[in-house]
């Protein structure tokens, strides 16, 4: 049950510098800290859902190192199976998973809230905010706070020296393969010149000719 892979701590490192958030996530844990009293911890992932920071009181990262998610796992559903990292990452939404709804048996004992983390300009999803806890101590009460602090890492990144010095703004070709549903082509299925749109789904997006999907902004 523990994670196929777990980074080094050198690969750690450049994860985190390479992923744009580091200006940010000390800022929102101290917000999320004083706004719950829950015995809690802060996870935030890149985008391929590897763990960078990972906060909380040391009793329930205890209780996280005997599952393995630590700083340098590898979160995905590949690595781990079915969790609430995963499924933000696949819908592209925000999720809520506890207890049995995990894949992995030694997972059923947490509740987990995760939300990607949006550039602020393209809408790509630079990586997901997770807060995890023993079921006893987190309900769904926490998805609104979990949502509206990864759309704040998303305010404050604007203002980050490392955005001011230009973070990509263009969707990554990760961030395409995301748009698709599972088993659909990360190819384009449409021909022909124009606008085309693509309206049900998780995710609205639209293609200019043969051109690939591109998520449509909530503006």
Same mark, same amino acid.
């Given at each position: 049950?523990?994670?196929?892979?777990?980074?080094?701590?050198?690969?750690?490192?450049?994860? =985190?510098?390479?992923?744009?958030?580091?200006?940010?996530?000390?800022?929102?844990?101290?917000?999320?800290?004083?706004?719950?009293?829950?015995?809690?911890?802060?996870?935030?992932?890149?985008?391929?859902?590897?763990?960078?920071?990972?906060?909380?009181? =040391?009793?329930?990262?205890?209780?996280?190192?005997?599952?393995?998610?630590?700083?340098?796992?590898?979160?995905?559903?590949?690595?781990?199976?079915?969790?609430?990292?995963?499924?933000?990452? =696949?819908?592209?939404?925000?999720?809520?998973?506890?207890?049995?709804?995990?894949?992995?048996?030694?997972?059923?004992?947490?509740?987990?809230?995760?939300?990607?983390?949006?550039?602020?300009?393209?809408?790509?999803?630079?990586?997901?905010?997770?807060?995890?806890?023993? =079921?006893?101590?987190?309900?769904?009460?926490?998805?609104?706070?979990?949502?509206? @602090?990864?759309?704040?890492?998303?305010?404050?990144?604007?203002?980050?020296?490392?955005?001011?010095?230009?973070?990509?703004?263009?969707?990554?070709?990760? @961030?395409?393969?995301?748009?698709?549903?599972?088993?659909?082509?990360?190819?384009?299925?449409?021909?022909?010149?124009?606008?085309?749109?693509?309206?049900?789904?998780?995710?609205?997006?639209?293609?200019?000719?043969?051109?690939?999907?591109?998520?449509?902004?909530?503006?």
């Amino acid at each position: 049950t523990d994670p196929r892979r777990v980074h080094s701590d050198a690969d750690i490192a450049l994860n =985190r510098q390479r992923s744009g958030l580091a200006d940010i996530v000390d800022p929102v844990w101290d917000a999320l800290s004083q706004a719950s009293a829950l015995d809690q911890l802060m996870i935030v992932t890149d985008a391929a859902g590897d763990v960078l920071w990972r906060y909380g009181s =040391r009793r329930v990262r205890d209780e996280a190192e005997r599952i393995g998610f630590v700083a340098g796992a590898d979160w995905s559903e590949a690595s781990v199976g079915t969790n609430a990292i995963s499924q933000a990452l =696949r819908t592209d939404n925000a999720v809520h998973m506890s207890g049995p709804e995990h894949f992995a048996y030694s997972h059923m004992s947490w509740t987990c809230m995760a939300a990607p983390i949006r550039h602020p300009v393209s809408g790509e999803t630079m990586g997901i905010l997770d807060v995890s806890g023993p =079921r006893r101590s987190l309900g769904s009460e926490v998805i609104p706070m979990v949502q509206m @602090s990864a759309r704040l890492m998303s305010e404050i990144l604007q203002h980050s020296p490392r955005f001011q010095a230009g973070i990509p703004a263009e969707p990554t070709a990760q @961030s395409h393969a995301q748009l698709a549903a599972p088993g659909e082509s990360h190819q384009p299925v449409h021909s022909g010149p124009g606008l085309h749109l693509r309206l049900l789904g998780d995710v609205p997006a639209f293609a200019v000719g043969a051109g690939h999907w591109q998520p449509v902004s909530l503006r």
